[in-house]
């Protein structure tokens, strides 16, 4: 059974940097497009970054030119690097995992989640 882990989400500061980590168990890690998704309070789960295998990677406006998604095949892991954050940022990130070639971004066409961390950005 796949499982999905993620770490990495704290409180920051404003204009901080923060990497999270996402590790896949239970399957063929290359078999999957990777992505990270949020979800504020109040609001609904969010697209934020995938990467296919190939490392075809696609981002949200939101966070284009200050978050950068990356993985590892060897080491079954997706990882999401944040930097500049603010306020609006603040949300828990989830991990997804769908089986296939292409990059979509709706939560729906993902198989596999998390179980999310929370990052909190403080202004």
């Known amino acids: 059974q796949v499982q999905l882990v993620e770490s990495g989400g704290r409180l920051v500061q404003a204009g901080d940097s923060l990497g999270l980590s996402c590790a896949l168990t239970?399957?063929?890690?290359?078999?999957?497009?990777m992505a990270w998704f949020r979800q504020a309070p109040g609001k609904e789960r969010e697209f934020v970054a995938a990467?296919?295998?190939?490392?075809?990677?696609y981002y949200a406006d939101s966070v284009k030119g200050r978050f950068t998604i990356s993985r590892d095949n060897t080491k079954n892991a997706v990882y999401l690097q944040m930097t500049s954050l603010k306020s609006e940022d603040t949300a828990i990130y989830y991990c997804?995992?769908?089986?296939?070639?292409?990059?979509?971004?709706?939560?729906?066409?993902?198989?596999?989640w998390g179980q999310g961390t929370q990052v909190t950005v403080s202004s």
């Open positions: 997804g995992a769908r089986y296939g070639l292409m990059i979509v971004t709706t939560t729906s066409s993902y198989n596999y």
């Open positions: 990467i296919t295998n190939k490392e075809s990677k």
């Open positions: 239970g399957d063929t890690f290359s078999n999957y497009v």
